[in-house]
């Protein structure tokens, strides 16, 4: 048995190599992965829209705020640029906690704001 799967497995390999397209059924058009990350340490698609939507609840916005509409990879949108600093800054600041964890994100400053506060709101008067 185990013979078998293995050789099937071996089968399967040069194909699924280029496209899976055609062994396995796709639930949509395949989405292309990304082609212009400089900052984010990820590689597919599908991680970079989980990081994105930590991005549009941390700053409270839509993905258009930092994006040109309807090209994902263009760096048009100054805000872009300008969010690929933030991540930078990020990572420096979780590195230097000892646990390796993602203790600090977009929301830890921004709470849901494109303006972090430097202090807390006045208090309404007793
Ligand atoms: C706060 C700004 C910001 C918001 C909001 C945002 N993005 Fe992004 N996005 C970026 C930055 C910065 C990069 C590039 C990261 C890098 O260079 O590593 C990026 C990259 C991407 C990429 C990869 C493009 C490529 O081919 O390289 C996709 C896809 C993407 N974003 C989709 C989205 C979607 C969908 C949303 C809304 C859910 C969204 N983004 C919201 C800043 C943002
Ligand atoms: C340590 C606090 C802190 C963290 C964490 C942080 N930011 Fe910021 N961010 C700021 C501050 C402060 C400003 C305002 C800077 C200014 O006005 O020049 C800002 C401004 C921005 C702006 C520009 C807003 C505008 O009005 O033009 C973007 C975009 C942004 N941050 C994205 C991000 C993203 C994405 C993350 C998470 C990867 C992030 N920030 C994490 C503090 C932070």
Known sequence: M???VTFALLLLLPLSGQDKAGTEKTPDKPQPNPTNLKVLKVTTRPEV???MHTFTAGLGTQCNYCHVQGNYASDENPKKETARRMIHMVQEINGKFP?????????????GE?????APEPKPPA
């Open 2 to 4: 185990r013979c078998i």
């Open 114 to 118: 494109t303006q972090p506060k430097t």
């Open 99 to 111: 646990d390796g964890k993602m203790l600090v994100t977009c929301y830890t400053c921004h709470r």
């Open 49 to 51: 829209i989980q990081i």
